[in-house]
């Protein structure tokens, strides 16, 4: 019987693709939702572009015949580059080191899947490596050892193809769009696997009270798709509204403007006003814990994140009223910031005042001060930037409150129940500065210490 190019292939991925679900039901909708296509030009062996899964033939039988379990664990780990969208997050990026950190990501999950139809042998290179990602976060994600490995020093170019060798799956060259149309192709592809992504964080629950497997797949996603760690968006929930000068099409009635056109000829019964509301963050309150737990650089990094926020058109006014306050266990040093331009300058010669004890009470006593002194038109909050071990005050104040936790917040010392809180990792805060440039600059981000 004859073959035609591309039927064996198709036939081999299929028969793997059954036997992945038959053993992981819960990621039954990723496993059917990549076409399958013969390429000769993947000449690394399986791709995606998030669309199809293609591979090269040859190559294919060849691992097949050689160990099933591998092109299992191969077919796996381009399903999970999409169900945690790498794809899509490759932009701004070293290239060779996002590579690396995708695989790693990957690969440390698919050793956490204890499947007999994913067993693979042991690789000491890449056991060390993933030991040393599991000491520097509390969860291994492609954003966090990205991370790492930029701030690994000493990291030569033969210790990148190390690595890359190490961990080399796939092809990620299809990860890269050659054209307008693809690019915009691309960006559909993305919200669909965000969807994917849930839905399939929805069925491992399940899953997993049938099967007790896979608790590393949902940690992942818990981390890739929580909403509480976009520092951007929880940021603008300080923005008070205000009235600003720029057109408002949405309040403009085009019935009565054709109307007047068509009874006066050129005189339009009304026009576009001229003025919208918009939320802009004027008034706020930046507390930075200086005790002996904080790390300058840390602190620094975090500022330079909240100022390229609030550099953002949707959410600034040039001319703020923004206290950064100093306190260890009394208030350190009170700046006080007037303009964005200016927050950048006191970034540049931030230096980190204080060393003591943690006591956060100070610095809310320091605030209705202030308030009562009329120096604020519209307090909207106080954002507390902190390791979180330190004596929280008991009374509610009038304005908002979120305490900002680099790392996971301390059981031992919870924050009241009126408080926002907000955990954040480096990749975190990495993620919302990584597309303004002037914060190369302001950010060393090899420089900073492991949490």
């Given at each position: 019987?004859?073959?035609?190019?591309?039927?064996i292939?198709?036939?081999?991925?299929?028969?793997?693709?059954?036997?992945?679900?038959?053993?992981?039901?819960?990621?039954?909708?990723?496993?059917?939702?990549?076409?399958?296509?013969?390429?000769?030009g993947?000449?690394?062996g399986?791709?995606?572009?998030?669309?199809?899964?293609v591979?090269?033939?040859?190559?294919?039988?060849?691992?097949?015949?050689?160990?099933?379990?591998?092109?299992?664990?191969?077919?796996?780990?381009?399903?999970?580059?999409?169900?945690?969208?790498?794809?899509?997050?490759?932009?701004?990026?070293?290239?060779?080191?996002?590579?690396?950190?995708?695989?790693?990501?990957?690969e440390?999950?698919?050793?956490?899947?204890?499947?007999?139809?994913?067993?693979?042998?042991?690789?000491?290179?890449?056991?060390?490596?993933?030991?040393?990602?599991?000491?520097?976060?509390?969860?291994?994600?492609?954003?966090?050892?990205?991370?790492?490995?930029l701030?690994?020093?000493?990291?030569?170019?033969?210790?990148?193809?190390?690595?890359?060798k190490?961990?080399?799956?796939?092809?990620?060259?299809?990860?890269?769009?050659?054209?307008?149309?693809?690019?915009?192709?691309?960006?559909?592809?993305?919200?669909?696997?965000?969807?994917?992504?849930?839905?399939?964080?929805?069925?491992?629950g399940?899953?997993?009270?049938?099967?007790?497997?896979?608790?590393?797949?949902?940690?992942?996603?818990?981390?890739?798709?929580?909403?509480?760690?976009?520092?951007?968006?929880?940021?603008?929930r300080?923005?008070?509204?205000?009235?600003?000068?720029?057109?408002?099409?949405d309040?403009?009635?085009?019935?009565?403007?054709?109307?007047?056109?068509?009874?006066?000829?050129?005189?339009?019964?009304?026009?576009?006003?001229?003025?919208?509301?918009?939320?802009?963050?004027?008034?706020?309150?930046?507390?930075?814990?200086?005790?002996?737990?904080?790390?300058?650089?840390l602190?620094?990094?975090?500022?330079?994140?909240?100022?390229?926020?609030?550099?953002s058109?949707?959410?600034?006014?040039?001319?703020?009223?923004?206290?950064?306050?100093?306190?260890?266990?009394?208030?350190?040093?009170?700046?006080?910031?007037?303009?964005l331009?200016?927050l950048?300058?006191?970034?540049?010669?931030?230096?980190?005042?204080?060393g003591?004890?943690?006591?956060?009470?100070?610095?809310?006593?320091?605030?209705?001060?202030?308030?009562?002194?009329?120096?604020?038109?519209?307090?909207?909050?106080?954002?507390?930037?902190?390791?979180?071990?330190?004596?929280?005050?008991?009374?509610?104040?009038?304005?908002?409150?979120?305490?900002?936790?680099?790392?996971?917040?301390?059981?031992?010392?919870?924050?009241?129940?009126?408080?926002?809180?907000?955990?954040?990792?480096?990749?975190?805060?990495?993620?919302?500065?990584?597309?303004?440039?002037?914060?190369?600059?302001?950010?060393?981000?090899?420089?900073?210490?492991?949490?």
């Open positions: 019987m004859a073959y035609e190019k591309g039927q292939g198709n036939e081999i991925l299929r028969a793997v693709r059954n036997e992945l679900y038959m053993n992981l039901p819960y990621l039954d909708v990723p496993l059917c939702s990549l076409g399958i296509r013969e390429d000769a993947a000449t690394l399986m791709a995606t572009d998030g669309m199809e899964l591979y090269n033939e040859r190559w294919l039988k060849d691992r097949y015949l050689r160990s099933r379990r591998w092109v299992n664990r191969g077919y796996l780990h381009v399903i999970l580059h999409c169900i945690l969208r790498h794809i899509w997050k490759a932009r701004g990026k070293d290239p060779v080191l996002w590579d690396i950190a995708c695989d790693a990501a990957v440390a999950l698919l050793a956490e899947l204890d499947y007999d139809c994913l067993a693979a042998g042991r690789y000491p290179l890449r056991e060390k490596f993933l030991r040393e990602c599991a000491g520097a976060m509390r969860v291994i994600t492609a954003e966090g050892v990205y991370l790492h490995l701030r690994k020093k000493g990291l030569t170019e033969e210790d990148k193809k190390s690595l890359w190490t961990f080399h799956v796939d092809d990620h060259d299809y990860w890269t769009p050659r054209s307008r149309k693809q690019e915009q192709e691309r960006q559909e592809q993305d919200e669909r696997w965000e969807k994917i992504s849930r839905q399939t964080q929805q069925n491992q399940r899953g997993m009270t049938e099967s007790g497997n896979g608790n590393a797949v949902i940690e992942q996603l818990n981390v890739e798709l929580r909403e509480n760690v976009d520092y951007r968006s929880f940021l603008r300080f923005a008070a509204p205000k009235e600003v000068m720029k057109a408002d099409p309040s403009f009635d085009y019935i009565f403007y054709t109307y007047g056109l068509q009874l006066y000829g050129n005189m339009p019964l009304v026009e576009p006003r001229e003025t919208r509301e918009e939320k802009r963050i004027e008034d706020l309150i930046i507390a930075v814990d200086t005790s002996m737990s904080t790390n300058g650089d602190v620094k990094a975090f500022l330079s994140c909240t100022y390229s926020i609030l550099h058109t949707e959410t600034y006014t040039r001319k703020v009223n923004i206290h950064i306050i100093q306190c260890d266990n009394r208030v350190e040093a009170d700046d006080a910031i007037h303009d331009d200016d950048k300058e006191y970034m540049s010669h931030f230096t980190l005042k204080g003591h004890g943690t006591d956060f009470r100070p610095v809310f006593e320091y605030a209705d001060e202030m308030v009562r002194r009329g120096e604020f038109r519209n307090l909207r909050g106080l954002i507390y930037f902190t390791d979180g071990m330190g004596h929280y005050p008991k009374k509610r104040p009038a304005y908002e409150t979120a305490f900002v936790y680099l790392g996971k917040a301390p059981e031992l010392f919870p924050a009241p129940p009126w408080a926002i809180r907000l955990e954040l990792d480096l990749p975190d805060l990495y993620r919302a500065a990584e597309d303004d440039e002037e914060l190369e600059d302001l950010i060393q981000w090899e420089d900073l210490p492991d949490m």
